[in-house]
């Protein structure tokens, strides 16, 4: 039988509407498909209000039930990611209109009525940034690669869509607050998510044994399969288990809330998922195997695996760094033919006045010391090092290190 390894992946669209999609994945490991569920809720960018300033509430709902239920109605965010910026990544101050909308809600009620207050009532007025700003915000071109409505409550002005209720008001009560919107994730808040529900389900007929079914007295009778079962065939009564079946179909029903459309949330999900991916085989890889500035990790090929710069000028990784505090053990790394992967202890290092971490500071011929005076010089505050052979090549400043058994005991291993 041939296997999801050996065959392309296949999208089958069943259903498409304005606000969901209902499609089957097949031929992908379950960790992908999966993980494809995890970055749709949590990872796609969009707008939602973010701070709420109260100038006025009459109502019988506090301050803070209202900044929520608004935190909590979609905005309309498509192409979200390149129309607005994040807060953190602008460089005002306070907000401005690059990172930030500004949305104002004024509504009183004078008639003896109950009178609904809505998601159609918030309106967008220019950002009002604070005075002596202007100089900090950098120009951009978001505010061109914005749809029409962007920002606005999802369903304004549109008789189909029913508005969000924020709250209900009478004769003599009024509410009016300033709202500022920010572009942001779900993992930060699940406000962000473009998602309201996302079914995903495999395996309908438990043939994997991946779902343990609690029942009183007959499984299949309080447990019935759904309308995905159609799309599989039914397991046989003599069919013996497959230790080595691997779910292939993989069913899902992705329903937004309006602040983005299916076909953009699955695209956008895709993309988000595959930049995690690559970031991951970047992060994977060698030091050597990636070009780096000279301020950087230089490759292997130079001498200096490590990158890192001692005082004196020299890099670590340099067996000939004697002006540098502390070398790596005959200029290797961390896998050559050195004291932590190969052949060559600390005290068999080669190099004269290299010692089990390269040149020590006692020498000091090179030019400033790495750390200081060495300790054989000015060893804590002393002019000799604690034990006897100042001004020796070994392990600060003296042959025996600190105090060291035996002359031979050089660096850590006899």
């Known amino acids: 039988m041939q296997s999801y390894e050996d065959t392309e992946p296949i999208v089958r669209i069943r259903d498409l509407k304005k ?43 506090p301050d803070e039930f209202i900044a929520h239920r608004l935190g909590m109605i979609p905005l309309s965010s498509a192409n979200c990611d390149e129309g607005m910026r994040y807060t953190r990544d602008c460089t005002c101050l306070a907000g401005c209109k690059y990172c930030a909308i500004e949305l104002r809600l004024d509504v009183a009620c004078h008639d003896n009525r109950t009178m609904d207050v809505t998601s159609n009532q918030l309106e967008i007025v220019e950002f009002t940034a604070d005075a002596g700003t202007a100089d900090t915000i950098q120009e951009g071109e978001e505010l061109t690669k914005r749809a029409e409505g962007f920002g606005y409550p999802v369903g304004k002005n549109d008789p189909s869509v029913p508005p969000v209720l924020i709250c209900k008001i009478r004769k003599g009560q009024e509410l009016r607050l300033r709202c500022v919107a920010k572009k942001g994730i779900a993992k930060e808040h699940a406000k962000w998510s473009p998602c309201s529900a996302i079914a995903f389900e495999y395996d309908p007929y438990n043939k994997l ?23 599989e065939e039914p397991p046989r009564e003599d069919e013996p288990f497959d230790f080595n079946a691997k779910p292939r179909k993989y069913y899902y029903e992705v329903e937004t809330d309006g602040s983005l459309g299916p076909q953009e949330v699955i695209m956008k999900g895709l993309a988000e998922l595959q930049t995690k991916l690559a970031n991951l085989i970047l992060g994977l890889k060698a030091p050597s195997e990636i070009d780096m500035t000279s301020g950087g990790m230089d490759s292997g090929a130079s001498g200096n695996a490590s990158g890192w710069v001692a005082a004196g000028g020299a890099p670590w ?38 010692t089990g971490w390269g040149a020590t500071p006692a020498p000091n011929s090179g030019g400033s010391p790495g750390w200081g005076t060495s300790p054989a010089q000015n060893a804590w505050g002393g002019s000799t090092s604690p034990n006897t052979g100042a001004g020796s090549t070994h392990n600060w400043g003296a042959r025996q290190g600190w105090g060291s058994p035996s002359p031979q005991a050089n660096g850590w291993n006899l």
Do not use: C
């Open 19 to 61: 606000d969901r999609v209902n499609f089957v994945l097949e031929n992908v490991d379950l960790a992908f498909a999966n993980s494809m569920r995890r970055v749709v809720i949590a990872d796609i960018p969009t707008v939602a209000i973010d701070m709420v300033e109260i100038h006025s509430n009459t109502t019988v709902l």
């Open 209 to 231: 044994r991946h779902t343990t079914y609690w029942y009183e007295s007959d499984e299949r009778a309080e447990w019935p399969v759904g309308d995905n079962a159609k799309e």
């Open 317 to 354: 990784g340099d067996a000939s760094a004697s002006g540098a505090g502390y070398a790596s053990p005959a200029g290797g790394g961390w896998g050559g033919d050195t004291s932590w992967g190969g052949n060559t202890s600390p005290a068999q290092n080669s190099g004269g006045s290299t």
